[in-house]
């Protein structure tokens, strides 16, 4: 049995991936040792792991493209080696985040023998550089949403042959079940949560269609002539983010940079919106959903979007599109019944993802 198990994470802030990462690594056997190497030490502090700081310049971590992409590759490729050399040899590396992330451990395969474990959480590029990372993963777990990019990333490999060996294998994100509950009073100030600054997150759509409903839309929910607002975000690093000052375009959205404290979050707020469009799985929603909150989404064909029925257990606007999440918002605002109806459907069609061994085979492969 494999006793040491090394993760990589070169992501500089925290995802959803991670908070995946750190409940398959919360049911791992005790007997297993696992290192993690990454440039966010916060991220991992509250794991049982040992942590190991990757080299990683800041101007160079939100390259994604381009001579300075590879440059950084290569940079974290000695990282990586200079730390491996001290720690000494692992035989199984994780991949976090996807073949174009963590290209810099397909380099390093290319130099020592290790096997390694991809995790694919989101659609993925059809590139060179995609193909060259899925090609030598040993094994690959990803989103069912995700399939249809990998089989385009592995345009010069025999597809048939990854799915019939196994080596490419779908898994479905789980939760903790929640005990939260949403306050059932007429007089609640609904209170909007959105998911934090990522420039794809589209914060700006969320702001824009508060503002709207705040001035356009007559809001009757009692004691209440306007919604208050709260975005919960990621502190902004790099200018991957969007300047935190967009939020004082509207005065009673209020910003929450602490998410250890997002279980307190959603039990004060009461409604979810979601504004990134295509979303492969979005584990926030989920969570949210199990906590009480009314989700509203995009109609993009995306993974929520086809498992979830408008005005049942979500509400449904058009991407990209402020007038109608406005809308969407003052349907909730002025109809307290239908808030606490979908809330409740909400938690009920999040109870499936409660106990299902989501991660039983990245379990069963990672001692192997």
Same mark, same amino acid.
């Given at each position: 049995m494999i006793k040491r198990v090394l993760i990589y994470d070169p992501v500089p802030f925290r995802n959803g991936s991670k908070t995946v990462m750190k409940t398959i690594v919360s049911e791992l056997p005790s007997s297993i040792d696992v290192w993690v190497i990454s440039n966010d030490e916060k991220s991992w502090r509250d794991s049982n792991v040992h942590f190991v700081q990757l080299f990683s310049p800041p101007f160079l971590q939100n390259k994604t493209t381009g001579l300075l992409y590879f440059i950084k590759h290569f940079i974290y490729l000695f990282s990586l080696i200079s730390n491996m050399m001290k720690l000494k040899r692992f035989r199984k590396v994780i991949g976090l985040s996807g073949p174009c992330v963590d290209l810099s451990l397909y380099l390093l395969s290319e130099l020592v023998h290790i096997k390694i474990i991809q995790l694919i959480h989101g659609g993925i590029a059809n590139s060179k550089v995609t193909d060259f990372g899925l090609k030598r993963a040993n094994q690959i777990f990803y989103l069912p949403s995700t399939h249809h990019s990998i089989l =385009?990333? *592995?345009?010069?490999?025999?597809? /048939? +042959?990854?799915? #019939?060996?196994?080596?490419?294998?779908?898994?479905? +994100?789980?939760?903790?079940?929640?005990?939260?509950?949403?306050?059932?009073? +007429? /007089? =609640?100030?609904?209170?909007?949560?959105?998911?934090?600054?990522?420039?794809?997150?589209?914060?700006?759509?969320?702001? /824009?269609?508060?503002?709207?409903?705040? &001035?356009?839309? #007559?809001?009757?929910?009692?004691?209440?002539?306007?919604?208050? !607002?709260?975005?919960?975000?990621?502190?902004? =690093?790099? /200018? !991957?983010?969007?300047?935190?000052?967009?939020?004082?375009?509207?005065? &009673?959205?209020?910003? #929450?940079?602490?998410? %250890?404290?997002?279980?307190?979050?959603?039990? +004060?707020?009461?409604?979810?919106?979601?504004?990134?469009?295509? %979303?492969?799985?979005?584990?926030?929603? *989920?969570?949210?959903?199990?906590?009480?909150?009314?989700?509203?989404?995009?109609a993009d064909n995306a993974y929520w979007d086809q498992h979830l029925t408008d005005g049942y257990d979500c509400i449904k606007y058009a991407p990209n599109n402020r007038e109608s999440l406005s809308k969407a918002l003052a349907r909730l605002v002025n109809d307290p019944t239908l808030l606490l109806k979908i809330s409740h459907q909400a938690k009920l069609s999040a109870q499936q993802y409660y106990n299902l061994h989501c991660y039983s085979q990245i379990l069963k492969c990672i001692p192997n």
């Open positions: =385009q990333g *592995l345009k010069s490999q025999n597809n /048939d +042959n990854y799915t #019939e060996n196994k080596k490419v294998t779908p898994f479905v +994100n789980n939760i903790i079940s929640s005990t939260s509950k949403l306050k059932e009073s +007429n /007089d =609640q100030i609904v209170s909007l949560s959105a998911a934090s600054l990522l420039k794809w997150k589209h914060l700006e759509l969320f702001i /824009d269609a508060v503002s709207k409903l705040n &001035n356009t839309y #007559e809001i009757t929910y009692k004691n209440a002539n306007k919604c208050s !607002a709260k975005v919960c975000f990621i502190q902004p =690093q790099s /200018d !991957a983010y969007l300047n935190i000052y967009i939020l004082n375009k509207v005065n &009673n959205i209020y910003r #929450e940079t602490n998410l %250890k404290n997002s279980n307190s979050n959603s039990a +004060n707020s009461s409604i979810f919106i979601s504004t990134a469009k295509g %979303k492969p799985f979005g584990l926030s929603i *989920l969570e949210s959903m199990a906590t009480g909150l009314v989700i509203v989404i995009p």
